[in-house]
């Protein structure tokens, strides 16, 4: 018996029709993407490849305000990352992760920007090897380290993300990233998958 079923589709039929009811994505509903380049430094063992062999990947990135309330308003700020062909089956593999807390439990909480000075992909992911790790970011400027952390140790730098040139206006808006896909040796938990991919689903079938 599937206890978490019920959660799972309530959360994501609500999801679903605020998307349908707002005319675009109930959260991260404006944002701004650009190409950018992340250089791995190699030498982890997380388990996998991304995370722990040095090499260079171009990207596309997306910054976007959780809410969409303007500037200085605290809103919650994530940070999407898109690996093209990294991805199961040869697609692209997308990383997200929001400001939150720093520290273990904390990080699992999505908190208002500035308060929230570490991103994190708030659910773990498991890798290859059966790891649990929480996946995150944290600005420096002009560029972003990205961390990587057992659910319960400190954070440790895998590589680094640097920003490009902006994408066209429209060309951002149109970006969906696929969270839920993943990679062969790096998956969001179980229940992250069941939730977003039914959300999706619904919110295409509501919208008009």
């Known amino acids: 018996m599937d206890l978490l079923a019920l959660p799972r589709a309530v959360t994501a039929s609500a999801l679903a029709l605020g998307t349908a009811v707002r005319g675009a994505r109930v959260f991260h509903p404006r944002g701004q ?3 950018g380049t992340v250089l791995t430094d190699g030498g982890g063992s997380w388990g996998a490849r991304l995370l722990d062999e040095a090499d260079r990947h171009d990207v596309v990135v997306r910054v976007s305000r959780a809410v969409g309330l303007p500037a200085p308003l605290p809103d919650v700020v994530g940070l999407a990352v898109r690996f093209g ?3 199961k089956d ?3 593999l997308d ?4 400001t939150a807390g720093g520290p273990p439990g904390l990080r699992h909480l999505f908190l208002p920007a500035p308060i929230g000075r570490t991103f994190s992909s708030v659910l773990p992911h498991r890798t290859g090897t059966g790891r649990t790790v929480m996946l995150g970011a944290r600005s420096d400027g002009d560029g972003w380290e990205l961390l990587a952390a057992p659910l ?3 954070w440790t730098r895998w590589g680094r993300l640097t920003l490009g040139a902006a994408l066209p206006d429209a ?4 970006l969906r990233f696929l969270p839920t896909l993943g990679a062969d040796d790096l998956q969001p938990v179980a229940l992250f998958r069941a939730v977003r991919d039914l959300s999706y689903r619904e919110s295409q079938a509501l919208r008009p």
């Open 85 to 87: 062909g990294l991805g």
């Open 152 to 154: 319960a140790g400190g």
């Open 33 to 35: 993407a650009s190409a």
């Open 95 to 98: 990383l997200l992760v929001n």
């Open 171 to 174: 060309e951002s808006e149109e």
């Open 90 to 92: 040869g697609g692209p």
